[in-house]
């Protein structure tokens, strides 16, 4: 693959999409960039969504009701009308990593765990739905849609059907399919975990490396490392494992919230490095919450090592509540400092345990102006202050690091967008769908193994009326939203996509904008 990427590749705006990038040889899936156009998905997609009285008029905080964006059912696109300014404050719904985390813990817990502010999304919806089939109880609250109660089994997770294989279907939910394919393996039981085309295409090798080295028995796709996950499981009675942390913090994150229910001594070794590192603190953070100490040797941004004692096990802590997802919060603080209004979300601040947070450090260095609270936070930009190109690493903040890739094109000067190889193993192959989109937009862009460099177009102009291919990816559609405010129509493909993590977006940005 690496030699595949390796090579400088310069796009201008004549650059056609290829149908089909071809990374992987010798029978390897291709990662492919296309849309979905699956009208059984789309249609089962706005169903639950409609049932969860999603679709309605939004208004900000400020009790302000902005603009509408019209929606072609036909086509499948939302157009996205020019924007002149964002401003008001808006409530982030829960974070997704923490929410699929947080459901995990509760399941393996002793105890019975309320969650609260729950992520209403794709995500987790399969998730919750894999803890049905498994038959962990959840009660969902009939007056809170973001709330539910966990029965914890107090150990691992056996399977219901004990002498026949049980299938789970999780989507294209990696926060769903590396955190079970982990935990199943601490119990007793045979599984098969499976997802979307796209999640067969997603490497889960190194973690399933891991959990063999812990005796494990759990195969992937020998060809491609990928889904689907059979667990042929019998019980763990600890031991060493070392994995490469280069693909994916998720890996390490899975391997340490199952540790606490095996028999004996777990240690985690890193072999080479640590990406995303704050998800892993975010992981740690959350064990302890839930009553487990894990023990860090060695520096994160090295190689550590990280060990969980036989004696350390999950209680609830009775009630936990989500924090508002900081990768959401940076479209908002991004249109606020591409606009020069002012904006303020809400839960998430400088107490926050999420890395991503940080992305409103990089809006500071483009020019824009930052307030923290521990709670909120609150970006806008004085309109004598032009924004101006960045070079920074983005290996802590990935996710957030996209929005990022809009907000270039309307600085003065080059940004470079370093860091960030785990773009190609995403719900899509994000680096090339983001130079695609962005030069598409007018952007010229130098895509190279591990970064790309965006050149706004002549004048922050953006081109108007472009379709923006989203690829299945509820991150493109939120973020290339934002091109609409350098005043033009942005047609956003698939926009039902966002339900994957934020079913509300449009609408919650619409809340907040004015017309140009």
């Not at 031991?239 to 199952?258: E, N």
């Not at 839960?347 to 909120?376: I, L």
Request: proline share 5%.
């Amino acid at each position: 693959i690496a030699a595949v990427l390796s090579a400088p590749c310069l796009y201008t705006s004549a650059f056609t999409i290829p149908q089909k990038t071809q990374l992987m040889q010798n029978g390897r899936s291709s990662i492919v960039l296309e849309a979905s156009k699956n009208k059984e998905k789309i249609a089962s997609r706005s169903k639950w969504a409609e049932v969860r009285g999603y679709g309605e008029d939004a208004a900000s905080e400020d009790g302000a009701i902005g603009m509408s964006f019209a929606k072609d059912e036909e086509k499948n696109q939302l157009t996205v009308t020019p924007i002149k300014s964002l401003d008001g404050t808006v409530t982030l719904p829960g974070s997704k990593s923490l929410s699929n985390r947080c459901l995990l813990l509760a399941a393996l817990s002793d105890g019975n765990t309320r969650v609260e502010n729950l992520l209403e999304s794709d995500d987790i919806r399969y998730m919750l739905e894999a803890l049905d089939t498994l038959k962990v109880p959840v009660e969902r609250d009939a007056d809170d849609k973001t709330a539910v109660t966990v029965t914890g089994q107090a150990g691992p997770i056996d399977s219901p059907t004990p002498e026949e294989s049980l299938e789970l279907f999780l989507g294209n939910a990696g926060t769903a399919m590396r955190p079970l394919a982990a935990a199943l393996c601490m119990g007793k039981g045979k599984f098969v975990l499976d997802g979307v085309p796209r999640m067969r295409e997603r490497p889960i090798a190194d973690l399933i490396d891991g959990l063999k080295q812990l005796g494990a028995d759990v195969s992937c796709v020998e060809e491609t490392g990928c889904p689907p996950v059979t667990i042929n499981a019998n019980g763990l009675n600890g031991g060493t494992a070392s994995i490469s942390g280069k693909m994916s913090s998720q890996f390490l994150s899975s391997l340490l919230m199952a540790s606490p229910v095996v028999d004996g001594d777990v240690t985690i070794a890193i072999k080479d490095e640590l990406i995303s590192a704050p998800y892993v603190s975010l992981t740690i953070g959350l064990m302890k919450k839930f009553g487990v100490n894990v023990k860090i040797e060695g520096d994160m941004d090295g190689t550590p090592s990280f060990i969980i004692g036989s004696d350390e096990k999950y209680t609830s802590p009775e009630s936990i509540l989500v924090e508002g997802d900081a990768s959401s919060a940076s479209y908002f603080l991004a249109g606020a400092a591409i606009t020069g209004g002012t904006v303020t979300v809400r839960g998430c601040g400088s107490e926050s345990v999420q890395g991503d947070v940080a992305f409103a450090d990089v809006m500071e260095q483009m020019g824009a102006t930052v307030t923290w609270a521990p709670e909120s936070i609150t970006v806008t930009r004085d309109p004598n202050t032009r924004l101006k190109g960045v070079d920074v690493d983005c290996g802590k903040i990935p996710d957030a690091a996209m929005t990022l890739a809009v907000a270039a094109l309307f600085a003065e000067g080059p940004t470079t967008i370093r860091n960030v190889y785990s773009w190609r193993l995403k719900e899509t192959e994000r680096m090339k769908a983001i130079v695609a989109e962005c030069t598409k937009l007018g952007a010229t862009v130098e895509e190279f193994e591990d970064y790309c460099i965006i050149h706004p177009p002549a004048d922050n102009k953006v081109n108007d009326n472009v379709v923006i291919e989203t690829y299945d990816d509820h991150r493109m559609a939120m973020t290339f939203s934002l091109a609409a405010c350098g005043g033009v129509n942005v047609i956003i493909d698939d926009p039902g996509c966002t339900a994957k993590t934020f079913p509300t977006y449009f609408e919650m940005l619409g809340s907040i904008a004015s017309a140009n």
